[in-house]
């Protein structure tokens, strides 16, 4: 997607996408992070912003998933919270219920070569629960862009049991370039499972840059699927199968361990 500042327009990009992929065959459809809005200006974001309860895409979305009994991941939408954001994805049924939410755990606070600077702590409150859901071919680890640069949390999802795991991303081209390829590559091989990651693309309203490359990868780390900068869909066929026969060949999960590390040098 290239979400803007309107929501409506955000909800009409993605009931387009949403039906074009479920055209293509997707029975599980994801959506990038901040699906229903980027917008840098804080104080008109939080102007169009509602709680989860009135949130307009999270309706439609529930609507879209029950009319065409898809399992519909929002990877993540910004949802009113007090005088703060969540930054929250929600996985729906194919019954339009709301399956399991999740909150971006990990917050973007960081300061760019290029002069660029994210506070995200200044307006988003971060989650503190690492979440997964069951699908009927998988249990699916729920985690949000950054988080993908803590591998600790995969971890502790695919020994939760989690054969596909998730970080929809609004990524800057900056970083994007650089790293998202490999760390996503990165968390499906050390995992052994499948990484599928919608991602937001192009010039947005806002004036940020973000990289897109939505990527479906599996558990050996080979790209199934991957978008470019544009507006548009990717679709994979997955089969679960694959991820107990990677773990078979590298049982990298049974041979984790927590050795005693050395103490925190002294600055």
């Not at 909800?11 to 949403?18: F, N, S, V």
């Not at 049924?93 to 600077?117: A, C, Q, S, W």
């Not at 998988?138 to 949000?144: E, H, S």
């Not at 050795?259 to 925190?264: G, I, R, S």
Request: hydrophobic letters at 40%.
């Amino acid at each position: 997607m290239r979400s803007g500042i309107d929501p409506q327009a955000n909800i009409d990009q993605a009931k387009r996408l949403i039906k074009e992929a479920v055209s293509a065959g997707a029975e599980y459809v994801q959506t990038p992070e901040m699906s229903n809005m980027v917008n840098g200006n804080r104080a008109s974001m939080m102007a169009a912003l509602r709680d989860e309860a009135s949130d307009p895409m999270l309706a439609q979305f529930r609507d879209l998933a029950r009319a065409h009994k898809i399992f519909l991941h929002a990877g993540s939408l910004a949802i009113k919270n007090g005088d703060k954001v969540a930054n929250r994805a929600f996985v729906i049924g194919p019954d339009g219920d709301i399956m399991d939410r999740y909150d971006k755990i990990h917050l973007f606070d960081v300061d760019l070569p290029n002069g660029e600077t994210w506070r995200e702590s200044n307006t988003y409150t971060g989650g503190q629960e690492a979440i997964a859901v069951d699908l009927p071919w998988a249990r699916l680890g729920l985690t949000i862009c950054y988080d993908v640069r803590f591998p600790y949390l995969y971890r502790g999802l695919a020994q939760a049991g989690c054969g596909i795991l998730s970080a929809p991303a609004c990524f800057t081209r900056q970083t994007g370039e650089a790293h998202w390829s490999v760390l996503h590559r990165a968390r499906a091989i050390e995992n052994g499972a499948f990484m599928i990651s919608a991602a937001q693309a192009g010039v947005h309203e806002d004036g940020r840059e973000t990289y897109g490359h939505s990527m479906i990868i599996d558990p050996w780390g080979r790209v199934l699927a991957e978008a470019d900068d544009q507006i548009g869909i990717i679709v994979a066929q997955i089969d679960p199968a694959k991820v107990g026969e990677v773990r078979g060949r590298i049982p990298a999960l049974k041979h984790t361990r927590h050795p005693k590390m050395p103490e925190t040098a002294s600055a």
